[in-house]
Structures are given as structure tokens and as C-alpha cells.
């Protein structure tokens, strides 16, 4: 039984392993075009949605108030908008 330590050690660190070292994913603040449109912080969120999945480029845009429940899949081309309570844009970023 224990001649098969080191392989299963082996195993689950292949499993960690990046499929191409060579290839970085793209930094998280530009993978979905947050940085292009943070001046919508502060706005209201329904008269801005349209033109920030526009402007950002964005494939996927989700709109939420802080503390609500939200998957944690992180998808680095989708553009968050967090409002509070009164529908008022506070965070833009991506994932």
C-alpha cells in the first residue's frame, strides 16, 4: 500500500499544474473592460446598464445589491455592477 504514496502525491500535483505555463489569463481588472467604465460609480444602475455592458465590452453583466447571494464562479468576462439598497452603482469589476 505504501509504494503508491509518492504516485497518488504525484498525481494530485499534476492536477495543479497550469495546462500552458506560457499562457497567463488577462488581468482581472481588464478582462471584462471595468476600468473603462468606473465613472458609473455613483450612478443609478437602470439608467446606466445598457451603455456600461456597451462601453466595457463585457460578455456577461450582472447586477446585484451588496449582500446578496451570487454564485461564486468567477467569470473574468463578466461585468459586475454592486448597487446599495437604493439601486445607486458603489462597485464595477469583473468576474
Known amino acids: 500500500m505504501k509504494p503508491h504514496l509518492p504516485l497518488a502525491v504525484l498525481m494530485l500535483a499534476a492536477g495543479c499544474a497550469p495546462a500552458d505555463p506560457g499562457e497567463s489569463p488577462p ?56 448597487t446599495d439598497d437604493a439601486g445607486v452603482i458603489v462597485t464595477v469589476k469583473c468576474g
Open 27 to 82: 488581468p482581472a481588472s481588464t478582462a471584462c473592460g471595468a476600468e473603462r467604465v468606473q465613472n458609473y460609480v455613483g450612478k443609478q444602475v437602470d439608467a446606466v446598464r445598457a451603455q456600461a455592458i456597451a462601453e466595457s465590452g463585457a460578455e456577461i453583466l450582472r447586477v446585484y445589491a451588496e449582500g446578496d447571494p451570487v454564485t461564486m464562479d468567477y467569470r473574468p468576462a463578466r461585468l459586475n455592477l454592486v
